[in-house]
């Protein structure tokens, strides 16, 4: 079995940051790629950030380019994303995942629960 945690929301005034992190742990071989999708209520789910083991850039949902980094750790399988100049758009539940290589063409995507991040003053 394979566990996803979030840690890291909270409340923050706008303009303010946020560091989310994430780690996959378990029965791990091989991680394609980590991220994070947000969603707010009425809203629907919207990537946040995914960045894949393969080397190539990040990428990032269009209303949060240019104020959130996403990050990884390989050797622990973390994910972090520093979340900057945040407004109050920005609220909602991140949910952190994992895509875990478990066969030679199969893979399989892992989903934290959630962590609550609200912009507010």
């Known amino acids: 079995q394979v566990q996803v945690v979030e840690s890291g929301g909270g409340l923050v005034q706008p303009g303010g940051s946020l560091r989310l992190s994430c780690v996959a742990s378990?029965?791990?071989?091989?991680?394609?790629?980590m991220g994070w999708y947000r969603q707010a209520p009425g809203r629907q789910r919207e990537l946040v950030a995914i960045?894949?083991?393969?080397?190539?850039?990040?990428n990032y949902g269009n209303s949060v380019k240019g104020r959130f980094t996403i990050s990884r750790d390989k050797a622990n399988n973390a994910v972090f994303l520093q979340s900057n100049s945040l407004i109050p758009e920005d609220t909602a539940v991140y949910f952190c995942?994992?895509?875990?290589?478990?066969?030679?063409?199969?893979?399989?995507?892992?989903w934290g629960r959630g962590t609550q991040v609200t912009v507010s003053s």
């Open positions: 960045v894949t083991s393969g080397g190539t850039p990040p």
């Open positions: 995942f994992a895509i875990i290589q478990e066969g030679d063409t199969y893979y399989r995507d892992y």
């Open positions: 378990g029965r791990i071989s091989s991680i394609n790629a």
